[in-house]
């Protein structure tokens, strides 16, 4: 199975910051990985798939990049709706994994 | 609109079984791969197991392979997993989603989850 990694566990930001968010796989997955948002007690809304394009409805000021192993989220300027924790996963072979999450707090 | 609609969870002791039904609706869901996922209280999401359009490919995590199976009805527009044999770590919320992109592992729509408890 594929391992993935997530860091920072958790981040505190203030509305307006910059976010980054790091996924790393445990093996090559070339560009097969999509990043989940997901508040209490809703499903997760996808934001980005294929790394780095950006899903339909989805605010601009969510961006991925990366590819192989190391990939990143970015939030360019928080607002109090993004408050919410985000997964990364892999689509490049079963079984689908998801990194363990990154909770973004009030600052 | 595109809905899912999961239902058929609760309490089960170890080693019951259980059948979730998801009901899908507002798009032409044979043309889908769709998947289950599952969340345990307070963890991570894990990726439980897939079925093509047809029904003629499904896909399992190894961890539920020979008690849990899924299942689909185009007809009925509704997607299905038998869960035999359970397991206390079976316990989370299972959601339904459906696969953007064909086969992809990316998934864009979800339902709202429907949670499992295994306990004596």
């Known amino acids: 199975d594929i391992q993935m990694t997530q860091s920072p566990s958790s981040v505190s930001a203030s509305v307006g910051d910059r976010v980054t968010i790091t996924c790393r796989a445990g093996q090559g997955i070339s560009s097969w990985l999509a990043w989940y948002q997901q508040k209490p007690g809703k499903a997760p809304k996808l934001l980005i798939y294929a790394a780095s394009s950006l899903q339909s409805g989805v605010p601009s000021r969510f961006s991925g990049s990366g590819s192989g192993t190391d990939f990143t989220l970015t939030i360019s300027s928080l607002q109090p709706d993004d408050f919410a924790t985000y997964y990364c996963q892999q689509a490049h072979s079963f079984p689908w994994t998801f990194g363990q999450g990154t909770k973004v707090e009030i600052k | 609109e595109v809905q899912l609609v999961e239902s058929g969870g609760g309490l089960v002791q170890p080693g019951g079984s259980l059948r979730l039904s998801c009901a899908a609706s507002?798009?032409?869901?044979?043309?889908?791969?769709m998947s289950w996922v599952r969340q345990a209280p307070g963890k991570g999401l894990e990726w439980v197991a897939n079925?093509?359009?047809?029904?003629?490919?499904?896909y399992y995590v190894d961890s539920v392979k020979g008690r849990l199976t899924i299942s689909r009805d185009n007809a009925k527009n509704s997607l299905y997993l038998q869960m035999n044999s359970l397991r206390a770590e079976d316990t989370a919320v299972y959601y339904c989603a459906r696969s953007f992109l064909r086969s992809s592992g990316y998934f864009d729509y979800w339902g709202q989850g429907t949670l499992v408890t295994v306990s004596s």
């Open positions: 507002g798009f032409t869901f044979s043309y889908y791969w």
């Open positions: 079925i093509k359009e047809d029904g003629s490919e499904k």
